[in-house]
């Protein structure tokens, strides 16, 4: 079981765990007799776990049979009825990688690893003051400073594409990383901010005040006594950054040519290929969402909490 | 929207009056604020007020020197364009879908959930695993290995039974689309209801059960109107996200067989049509109907955080 799988149960009360006391007396006392009502229950209990189960599995399946696939040479990826024994192979991921001539992934992974990695610092270098000055000193109008940073995440992104682009255009900065560095940082510091100033809720007034009297100054106080304590709420954050920059396909597709393409540019390229290449689709694909399989299952409740904007814990 | 809620922050936080020293010290206090703000208002406001001033002009990006002031005629151009109109029917129709699919879909999964059973964190990891697929790749996933007419898994399984072979995207494009966004985003309403279901009152669910009430009356009574914020937030939030949507359109039908929503449309009329003009009247157009669901949505944000700061 996961570990926030775990957290989960644990935050229920004991009641809940125990079977028997007052709660399966309590639903035993229809006209059926206790015993029979909590048999079928259990039955039922079953059932709806089994129901659980498929459903996971279905929706796993898509993913399982990408996977698979990935594995396969490309004659066997194209078969109908599909091939499911058919022998494994690493083809897909040779092909992929540019072994067998196309064009490496090489550069578009690391310019996305650039992007996402550094946007989420600068979020995080531009956030954690920002949270500091709403959350613990409480500027005045810190709602609406907050409401503000909300709203801006509402403005669809597609609206201030074309500013953006011929800015770039007359500035020199197409195909240029930096510029989704900058556009990514935007993008993710409000979700940071409204998760921030939840998490730095939590530090003790207190604390920071007797730093504050021992004469500390603004970057010592945030270094060495908000960010160690809130250090689990600014990984949450700088996980779900990562993921949206990761992720970000508009931007990138528009303002970034051969040089600064991303990853997800860089699988555009597959959408309208022929031929085999369905085993190569799916390393690809599989190849590209790792870092985000990897960091969404290491903090999956994290993960509601950036997306609700920190309105759901 | 925007400009309402910027305005309470650019008015003078202090009154006249107050010695300098208040002042400077309030300064200080803000100063921490500062970076973050002003990045904002010039990466995400700038932007968007060029895009009004553009939106007023008549530009062809190929005949840069023909540019002129038209005032509001590419506005009236936008909202009489058959095909723009059929993309904001098409955004709205692709909107509710997915989001009510996904609604109804979570809100039963997040139930099934929320029981304990053997394997319950396996089949929690198995339903997130869709969500973190990148959006690209979930596309190219659902167009080329599971919809392909003659290999995808589709009809690699309707072959076993002996079923039609149907090619699901040019038969039904917009469902297509819709099924694989209703596939990434359910995990999504399934997290934020469990999270809900969760935070009940469990004394009070005992309370009635004890009482007498039945599964459904606990349901109907207590655990639906509990929801109710919740249900609001991931409409809301799903609505945010999938209005946008730009991936899954441009992947699985590069926006043909009428499923060009505003977003691709926007990105059409400028990257292929190159006009500037009448690109921009369209993202105005767009804001403003995200302004809409944007103030639902901020109003239902802002019911939970001061429930949030109360309690605190």
């Known amino acids: ?313 | 929207m925007t400009a309402t809620t910027a305005a309470p922050v650019a008015a003078p936080a202090v009154r006249a009056g107050r010695p300098p020293s208040a002042r400077l010290r309030a300064w200080a206090t803000r100063a921490p604020l500062m970076p973050a703000l002003v990045f904002m208002i010039v990466v995400t406001q700038l932007p968007f007020v060029a895009t009004v001033v553009i939106s007023f002009f008549d530009w062809n990006a190929l005949y840069p020197k023909a540019r002129r002031f038209t005032g509001l005629d590419n506005y009236h151009q936008v909202l009489t364009d058959a095909d723009l109109r059929h993309s904001v029917w098409t955004t709205v129709l692709l909107t509710v879908a997915v989001v009510l699919a996904s609604l109804v879909l979570g809100l039963g999964l997040a139930l099934l959930l929320d029981r304990r059973f053997r394997g319950r964190g396996v089949v929690r990891t198995l339903l997130i695993a869709p969500f973190l697929v990148v959006p690209v790749a979930a596309a190219l996933l659902w167009k080329h290995i599971l919809y392909n007419p003659e290999y995808g898994l589709f009809n690699g399984l309707l072959h076993y039974v002996g079923g039609p072979q149907p090619d699901w995207i040019s038969r039904t494009p917009l469902l297509a689309v819709e099924a694989s966004l209703v596939w990434q985003w359910t995990p999504f309403m399934m997290l934020i209801l469990l999270a809900g279901l969760q935070s009940r009152d469990h004394e009070q669910l005992e309370a009635a059960r004890v009482d007498g009430a039945s599964d459904w009356q606990v349901f109907r009574y207590l655990t639906l109107p509990h929801l109710r914020r919740y249900l609001e937030l991931g409409a809301l939030l799903g609505s945010i996200y999938i209005v946008q949507n730009f991936d899954a359109v441009f992947t699985l039908t590069s926006g043909g067989l009428g499923t060009a929503n505003l977003p691709y449309t926007v990105y059409q009329s400028f990257y292929q049509a190159h006009e500037n003009g009448l690109a921009s009247a369209a993202g105005v157009l767009v804001v403003i109907g995200s302004i809409v669901i944007a103030t639902l949505a901020l109003r239902v944000v802002s019911s939970l955080f001061r429930e949030e700061v109360s309690r605190a």
């Open chain 1, 1 to 313: 079981m996961s570990t926030a799988a775990a957290a989960g149960d644990a935050g229920r009360p004991k009641s809940r765990t125990g079977d028997g006391g007052p709660e399966r007396a309590g639903r035993g006392a229809g006209p059926g007799g206790a015993g029979r009502r909590a048999g079928g229950r259990r039955r039922g209990g079953t059932g709806l776990a089994l129901a659980a189960w498929v459903a996971g599995i279905v929706f796993f399946l898509p993913l399982a049979w990408m996977a698979l696939t990935s594995f396969h040479s490309e004659q066997d990826a194209a078969t109908n009825p599909p091939s499911f024994g058919a022998s494994l192979t690493l083809d897909g991921y040779r092909e992929f990688f540019g072994t067998g001539g196309g064009a490496s992934p090489w550069p578009a992974l690391t310019n996305s690893a650039v992007a996402s990695v550094t946007s989420t610092l600068l979020v995080l270098l531009l956030a954690l003051p920002a949270a500091y000055a709403l959350s613990i000193r409480r500027v005045r109008k810190w709602t609406d400073v907050l409401f503000f940073f909300l709203s801006t995440k509402m403005l669809p992104a597609v609206a201030g594409l074309l500013p953006v682009y011929l800015f770039a255009k007359n500035a020199g900065l197409l195909d240029n990383i930096w510029l989704l560095v900058v556009l990514y940082t935007s993008m993710n510091l409000p979700i940071a901010v409204w998760m921030m100033q939840s998490f730095l809720a939590e530090v003790p007034v207190a604390v920071v005040e007797a730093a504050r009297v021992d004469g500390a100054r603004l970057p010592t106080i945030l270094a060495r006594v908000v960010a160690p304590i809130a250090l689990p709420g600014i990984a949450a954050t700088a996980l779900i950054c990562f993921i949206f920059s990761w992720n970000e396909l508009l931007f990138a597709r528009v303002l970034t040519g051969v040089v600064a393409e991303t990853a997800p540019v860089f699988l555009t390229g597959f959408i309208t290929s022929q031929g085999l290449f369905l085993a190569k689709v799916a390393a690809a694909s599989l190849v590209v969402s790792l870092p985000v399989l990897a960091a969404g299952f290491a903090a999956q409740d994290k993960l509601v909490q950036g997306l609700s904007l920190g309105a759901v814990k």
